[in-house]
């Protein structure tokens, strides 16, 4: 067991950094457009765009979750009160 986990920790750690760093492709979009705008625009863009590409996990899981959610939410405040 333990030469498995040791073997898969040296696999995952052989291959190339450049493979894990390629970006996303809608904040390479925005570096590429907004190369010619000062820093604070530039910052508020990127900004945004990985704010936008993170909420939609969460909202899918809301939504996947939510009879799962509103029951504890229902037996949480059932019991506090």
């Known amino acids: 067991m333990k030469a498995k986990l040791l073997g ?3 696999a995952l750690f052989s291959f190339s950094q450049e493979l894990f760093a390629q970006g996303c492709s809608q904040c390479k979009l925005l570096a590429e457009q907004n190369a010619g705008l000062d820093e604070n625009s530039f910052g508020s863009n990127i900004n945004g765009g990985i704010l936008y590409l993170m909420i939609i996990p969460y909202l899918l899981l809301t939504f996947l979750f939510r009879k799962q959610i509103l ?6 405040f059932s019991k506090k009160a």
Not at 71 to 76: A, C, P, T
């Open 8 to 10: 898969l920790f040296i």
């Open 71 to 76: 029951g504890f939410l229902k037996s949480f």
